[in-house]
């Protein structure tokens, strides 16, 4: 069993900036998987970062986000820069062990 906790959302302004982090607890080990999902109101859940043994961003959010990890902590990141009105979604964290977890997720909205 994996549980994973998200932090860091919150409201900012666009071209602001903000760090969510995904704290991992239970049977998680540094070849696992981790990344980044995100859900805006209406539509479908779509992929935004990965990191394993490569890192891998969706192309929208290519050269702004910046995904990371602290296998010591268990932890993994995702810096957000230069945020868009269209970044506004709730954010999950996911990991892959012999099957995906799921956070709960966290808001993050952008909006002047």
């Known amino acids: 069993q994996v549980q994973l906790v998200e932090s860091g959302g919150g409201l900012v302004q666009p071209g602001g900036s903000l760090r969510l982090s995904c704290a991992a607890s239970g049977s998680i080990f540094s070849g696992n998987a981790m990344g980044w999902y995100r859900q805006a109101p209406g539509k479908e859940r779509e992929f935004v970062a990965r990191i394993d043994s490569t890192i891998t961003y969706a192309d929208s959010v290519k050269g702004r986000f910046t995904i990371s990890r602290d296998n010591a902590k268990d932890t993994v990141y995702l810096e957000m820069n230069n945020l868009k009105p269209e970044d506004t979604a709730m954010y999950y964290c996911?990991?892959?062990?012999?099957?995906?977890?799921w956070g709960q997720g966290t808001q993050v909205t952008v909006s002047s």
């Open positions: 996911f990991a892959i062990t012999s099957t995906v977890y």
